[in-house]
């Protein structure tokens, strides 16, 4: 796997690359024949969305290829090995697009053969930028097959390279001719999907700032979901956050998209599905960095293999079960239900309205329900139930935030000032809840470790500092309840 970042460029068949001495050491060009298939579903769902699968045969990197957008000029590569069959995709790379082709079979749809000539950066051994001048015959397969001839280049940042090295490259490629492709890839330069439909909204309206927010939201799902099958490093914790923020969307904007009680439903299914293992990865990287603290004579018995090694055992076996959700009929309906919110949503009157008078309007209605939902739980006398209730206060803290936050780029900085108050509000509740659950998490394991005739010293050493973590947040909460709400006066 790697990051592919990369500039190309358009140029004419006669087209001469220029001199490039004095960036680095230049060598080559050196030519070859590369022949590559390409896969996707009849109806081009990879090539819809910017993702290219592909077998390739001759140069340096022959092999299967799943390259998935990530920004502009920047694309996610996942290589596997060649294999013989050119009719069957590796099964590792078929579950990595499943978000996209949804259970559709995958098929050969074109194919590129390219007679590439390459030139390559050097500073001593280490590789800096490529440029690849590309000359290519593309075949889009069919009743009658289409044939299309181009050449471009191709300036790729390798990994001794830095992005200053690759635009003075590009700059030179420009000064001699070219021009910036307006393709994202050769695949696109031969195919042409339908695009993704858009909704009807009216621009500058409360329904094109609330549409556009969760159409992104819906874009950052599916783009952690191959990151996610991977057991990828923070990728459930991203796609959660999506499914959390148009949750919290699709109730904070009910007026302006409406009917998706539904929908809300599914995604607190999703996000409860990717929650199991994501909260046990918090809590190990908790407890690892608590024992790290600790003097070593103070780290007694097997803690760190019962707060380690056996919370990854059960963080792996959450993983598996995350595979099993999002390879099934539920999680492709709701992602249908995503892109049908999208481009077809159920439109209430308040969308028709312009942005800035309904849309601050819904940021205000949605702080009274972090005041609302503290006054509450301040007017309960029995501490348990209070601190229950607090939650309740935590909750719409994030949802403020949210809703705030997908304002920001709309409303300006007073959206800003006031996602970064609820986030303060959110956090320190967050680190009093934490705290809580922590110790809860700690009892049973030293219960495990008591039966099982383990010292339980450390267990106690960690609860102490729990508790102390929880009480300071505690204690410290009606101060910054005060601060926050001032300030919040001020903004809205």
Do not use: C
């Amino acid at each position: 796997m790697g990051i592919e970042i990369e500039d190309k460029f358009d140029v004419t068949a006669e087209y001469d690359i220029p001199d490039l001495s004095g960036l680095a050491e230049v060598v080559g060009p050196k030519s070859y024949q590369l022949v590559a298939l390409y896969y996707d579903t009849p109806d081009l769902r990879l090539a819809s969305r910017g993702v290219t699968l592909r077998r390739r045969r001759g140069g340096a990197d022959a092999g299967w290829h799943l390259k998935l957008p990530k920004a502009k000029g920047v694309r996610q590569e996942i290589t596997h090995p060649l294999t013989r069959s050119t009719k069957i995709v590796p099964a590792e790379l078929a579950e990595l697009v499943r978000a996209f082709t949804r259970g559709a079979e995958l098929k050969p749809v074109a194919q590129l053969d390219t007679r590439r000539s390459v030139t390559v950066l050097f500073d001593g051994d280490a590789r800096l930028v490529e440029i690849a001048d590309d000359r290519v015959k593309g075949t889009v397969f069919g009743v009658e097959p289409m044939v299309v001839r181009w050449r471009e280049v191709e300036a790729e940042l390798l990994e001794g390279g830095k992005k200053a090295l690759l635009a003075k490259v590009g700059k030179r490629l420009r000064k001699a001719g070219a021009t910036p492709s307006a393709s994202s890839s050769k695949l696109a330069k031969l195919l042409e999907p339908a695009p993704l439909p858009k909704a009807p909204t009216d621009p500058g309206s409360a329904g094109e700032i609330v549409v556009a927010y969760l159409a992104g939201q819906v874009a950052a799902l599916l783009s952690q979901d191959p990151r996610v099958r991977r057991a990828e490093n923070d990728a459930v914790h991203q796609m959660r956050v999506a499914a959390r923020r148009m949750r919290s969307a699709l109730k904070a904007f009910k007026t302006v998209v409406t009917g998706t009680d539904r929908l809300q439903d599914e995604l607190r299914w999703l996000g409860a599905v990717l929650g199991e293992a994501r909260d046990l990865e918090v809590i190990r990287a908790r407890f690892g960095r608590a024992l790290d603290g600790l003097a070593p004579e103070l780290v007694t018995g097997p803690i760190r293999t019962r707060l380690g090694a056996d919370l990854l055992g059960r963080e792996q076996e959450a993983y598996e079960r995350i595979k099993d959700a999002l390879s099934g009929e539920r999680y492709y309906t709701l992602l249908d239900t995503l892109d049908a919110l999208v481009s077809a949503p159920n439109l209430g009157k308040a969308a028709a309205k312009p942005a800035q008078e309904r849309l601050s309007a819904i940021a205000a209605a949605n702080w009274d329900r972090v005041t609302k939902a503290y006054d509450t739980a301040q007017a309960i006398e029995d501490p348990e139930r209070r601190e229950i209730a607090m939650h309740d206060v935590r909750k719409a803290a994030k949802r403020a935030r949210y809703t705030a936050e997908a304002l920001q780029p709309t409303l300006g900085g007073s959206m800003a000032r006031l996602a970064e108050l609820a986030e303060g509000i959110q956090e320190i509740l967050g680190t009093h809840q934490d705290g809580v659950v922590a110790q809860e998490t700690l009892a049973k394991e030293a219960e495990k470790a008591r039966q099982a005739g383990e010292d339980t010293f450390t267990y106690g050493l960690l609860v102490g500092i729990e508790r102390g973590t929880a009480d300071r947040a505690h204690a410290e909460f009606p101060e910054v309840w005060a601060e926050t709400v001032e300030a919040v006066n001020k903004v809205l």
